[in-house]
């Protein structure tokens, strides 16, 4: 038998919303490259996250590793873009008090 060495495309794809996603699941590519950058083991990341297999979690630590720059100038960005969108709901939705609020609005309501 002759093994055939074929490389393989990283186990991501994007959604609708540009999240980057590891195989059919929902764990999302920062995730996996947070969890790594903090220490975390591939056996550590797939055991808490069962939906992705060791394998995949090799894969998209490998490619990180390739494209460093390119992955964290991804997250930056999408970092960058949830800090305006949270900022544009705050502008809309005052934070301050919501905690009470909703207590309020619970008592008021009586049991749901």
Same mark, same amino acid.
């Given at each position: ?17 540009? *999240? ?5 699941? +929902? *764990? ?10 903090? &220490? @975390? ?5 797939? !055991? ?13 630590? @490998?490619?990180?590793?390739? =494209?460093?720059?390119? *992955?964290?100038? =991804?997250?930056?960005?999408? !970092? ?5 969108? +949270?900022?544009?709901?705050? /502008? ?8 009470? +609020?909703?207590?309020? /609005? /619970?008592?008021?309501? &009586?049991?749901?």
């Amino acid at each position: 038998m002759t093994m055939v060495v074929a490389a393989e495309p990283p186990p991501l794809a994007a959604d609708a919303a540009g *999240v980057f996603r590891v195989g059919n699941s +929902r *764990v999302t590519l920062d995730t996996v490259v947070g969890a790594f950058c903090d &220490g @975390a083991t591939a056996e550590d990341i797939a !055991e808490q996250y069962p939906a992705i297999s060791l394998g995949q979690v090799y894969a998209v630590i @490998a490619y990180y590793l390739a =494209h460093t720059a390119e *992955v964290n100038d =991804h997250l930056q960005a999408c !970092e960058r873009r949830a800090a305006e969108v +949270r900022a544009a709901n705050e /502008r809309v939705f005052e934070p301050a008090g919501i905690h009470a +609020r909703l207590i309020a /609005r /619970r008592v008021g309501q &009586g049991p749901a």
